[in-house]
């Protein structure tokens, strides 16, 4: 599999909403969990979201009700809408993707566990 290709970061105030985009083959193979991942400077990674193929999903509890995750198979494209941004979102996002659907729960996915191909990054800045 190539390696995905995040999109969609840049600057927003607080309140507004992006959407990030994540390509790869990956996402167009229904044997594979996608995530989302987001790390500011010298903090630990953590784990936002996740995809199952069958549309099964997961968040991390800092952004359960304002971020929905979606896949596009066909388009073989990952998505990420944020919504309601916060100062303490900003961050370098990431998307990755892990072979075995269903193969893991999603929770374990979150900590990027099984996650094997990640892109480089799209940075989120927030501006009050």
């Known amino acids: 599999q190539d390696r995905p290709v995040e999109s969609g970061g840049g600057s927003v105030q607080v309140g507004g909403s992006l959407r990030l985009s994540c390509a790869g083959s990956?996402?167009?193979?229904?044997?594979?969990?996608m995530g989302w991942f987001r790390q500011v400077a010298n903090e630990e990674r953590e784990g936002i979201a996740a995809?199952?193929?069958?549309?099964?999903?997961d968040y991390g509890d800092d952004v359960k009700g304002r971020f929905t995750i979606s896949r596009d198979n066909d388009k073989k494209i990952l998505y990420l809408q944020m919504n309601d941004l916060r100062l303490d979102d900003a961050a370098m996002y990431y998307c990755?993707?892990?072979?075995?659907?269903?193969?893991?729960?999603?929770?374990?996915?979150?900590?990027?566990?099984?996650?094997?191909?990640w892109g480089k990054g799209t940075m989120v800045t927030i501006s009050s």
């Open positions: 990755a993707a892990g072979y075995g659907a269903n193969r893991y729960p999603l929770p374990a996915r979150l900590t990027g566990y099984g996650m094997n191909d």
């Open positions: 990956a996402f167009g193979d229904s044997r594979y969990c």
């Open positions: 995809i199952e193929s069958d549309g099964t999903t």
